[in-house]
């Protein structure tokens, strides 16, 4: 039987040590980094204690980068999650041509973030301005995405576009494990539509729901792509997510050892936040 | 007792998906289009087809070049991902009662909690100096971070294998390893669907990695020679959505032949 367990230690071991190097060793430069005035590109560097840490919470660029994030991330969850709940709802009721429109409804996840940014750009820029014409709204014919204040909810349109596809695939799935046999019984029970949805649907589509709110949310505190090909983070910073002041920062702004100590900052977010959503909503799930 | 087709949904789920289909009915147009028929109309059909956008993006992007790299990372990634990573997560699901192989399996699933962008900045230092910054180690990176999402997927399912299948192969003696690529590998292969697809469009669709890694202009992948190409020609609309489209389309070519496939893989795999 040793022989087995050699086997088990050989199939093991180099993934975990490649998987130290690759990963946890850079984590543990990166805290480490935290604590020193490193660019990036110098041969040397200082220790300085947690002056980095303490310069983040004062600095607006980051404070600014946060509620972006932070808004972003809260209302593009919600709104995924209800979208794609009622679209999974559509796409599982009797319907024409049902394979078709599950196919069209779930295109937009096998496209490229990136690339989709750069379409969604053009069309915010050169295309809904014609319809805002249109209808007379001075507001609607201009680029939303060269507005300070309302940029965010362009990139809040595209994420949901997109995002919408995966979403709906899960609840779908969800569906489709509920017995038909509660609806048959709410049936002759005269249970009307409306409370057939909150008394079965939803109570049974919980670990889903916990599921996809889960992602979503990460998904959102990590928005990168977006940014990228839609504002580049403007116009000024007020669409700055979290990740791209970390990228252009670090490796552009010669805030190697700053950035450092942010994304410490911001993995104990992301870490917390997933935490307590599994608690909050497993707990709800469990209450049924 | 047939339900009869419900018409109001119906049309409110065809109404629903223009909205998808128009952004991708416009970069078709544009791509197809030229200025002058676009100064027209931004909206119509193209009147000619203006294939000379797409000879022009193919050779501006060096679109094989990137193509290929795409191509082999995704394709390499996906074969290391499915022999290793099911491998790895064999081991652990079968000694999770030694203490090893447990803290193994919480070390690499706390990992998923680690978005890369923590560990970017580090990652590219330690990458750089062991000139790893190329499509090589672009692949092992895939392959490596892989471990979080799949060992903890792989683990789940076969745990529900039940042991005397293996017992049975050990008797006839048959190696550990040879009992994993017989026996349980196959075995396997619904989960290896799900992960190989999920593994194929993040990996194909991914923009960050490349971004920060990838320094050889000839190492460049799809999304990242777009966004390059989008610095330098931002003017001429008709070139650039050539360009998006060409990207765009190798995936949807798959899409549309394995999309019922890709759909309840991804649906199986949900489930567990």
């Avoid at chain 2, 060409?246 to 394995?258: D, N, Q, S």
Wanted: net charge neutral; glycine share 6%; with cysteine.
């Amino acid at each position: 039987m040793a022989k087995r367990r050699v086997a088990f230690y050989l199939m093991t071991i180099p993934a975990l040590l490649l998987f130290f190097a690759f990963h946890t060793f850079p984590a543990l430069q990166g805290i480490y980094y935290s604590f020193t005035n490193w660019d990036g590109f110098s041969d040397s560097f200082d220790y300085v204690g947690f002056k980095n840490f303490i310069n983040i919470f004062q600095d607006e660029n980051v404070l600014n980068s946060y509620v972006f994030t932070f808004k972003y991330a809260i209302l593009t969850t919600i709104l995924i999650n209800v979208i794609s709940l009622l679209i999974a709802l559509g796409l599982n009721a009797k319907i024409k041509a049902k394979n078709f429109f599950r196919g069209v409804y779930f295109l937009p996840n096998i496209l490229s973030v990136l690339i989709v940014g750069f379409i969604f750009n053009y069309l915010f820029a050169n295309v809904f301005p014609i319809w805002g014409a249109k209808i007379g709204s001075e507001f609607l014919s201009q680029n939303i995405l060269g507005n300070s204040d309302w940029a965010w909810i362009g990139i809040v349109i595209v994420a949901v576009w997109q995002g919408i596809a995966y979403n709906t695939i899960l609840y779908l799935a969800g569906l489709q494990t509920i017995p038909q046999d509660l609806y048959e019984a709410s049936n002759l029970d005269g249970a009307s539509r409306w409370r057939e949805f909150w008394s079965i649907t939803f109570p049974m589509l919980a670990s889903f729901f916990t599921i996809n709110m889960v992602l979503a949310m990460k998904g959102g505190l990590m928005v990168f792509d977006q940014i990228v090909a839609l504002t580049g983070g403007g116009p000024g910073r007020s669409t700055q997510s979290i990740a791209h002041l970390i990228y252009t920062g670090g490796f552009q702004g010669g805030e190697f050892a700053y950035q450092s100590a942010n994304a410490v900052i911001y993995f104990i977010v992301i870490v917390v936040i997933s935490a307590l959503q599994l608690k909050f909503l497993q707990k709800r799930e469990m209450d049924l | 007792m047939k339900k009869p087709t419900n018409w109001p949904v119906t049309i409110l789920i065809a109404l629903g998906s223009l909205l998808i289909l128009f952004p991708l009915y416009m970069t078709i147009a544009i791509a197809l289009k030229n200025p002058e028929e676009m100064a027209q109309s931004i909206f119509s059909l193209p009147t000619g087809l203006h294939f000379e956008n797409f000879t022009n993006a193919i050779k501006a992007t060096n679109f094989f070049n990137a193509l290929g790299n795409s191509t082999v990372i995704t394709v390499t990634t996906v074969v290391f991902i499915l022999l290793t990573n099911s491998m790895v997560a064999y081991a652990i699901a079968r000694n999770m009662k030694r203490r090893f192989f447990k803290v193994l399996y919480f070390y690499f699933i706390s990992a998923m909690f680690i978005p890369f962008q923590i560990i970017m900045l580090p990652v590219v230092k330690v990458t750089t100096d062991l000139h790893m910054n190329n499509i090589v180690g672009i692949i092992i990176l895939y392959v490596v971070y892989g471990l979080a999402f799949n060992v903890f997927v792989y683990t789940g399912y076969i745990r529900s294998i039940p042991y005397e299948l293996e017992e049975a192969a050990t008797v006839d003696g048959a190696s550990t390893f040879g009992t994993f690529w017989k026996i349980i590998f196959p075995l396997l292969a619904p989960v290896s669907a799900t992960i190989g697809i999920l593994s194929c469009l993040s990996t194909w669709n991914d923009f960050m990695l490349p971004l920060v890694l990838l320094g050889d202009q000839d190492s460049y992948t799809l999304p990242l020679v777009q966004y390059v190409f989008q610095g330098q020609f931002s003017t001429d609309f008709n070139l650039a959505f050539a360009s998006y489209l060409l990207a765009l389309t190798p995936m949807l070519i798959v899409y549309l032949f394995a999309q019922k496939w890709i759909i309840s893989g991804l649906t199986s795999g949900s489930i567990k």
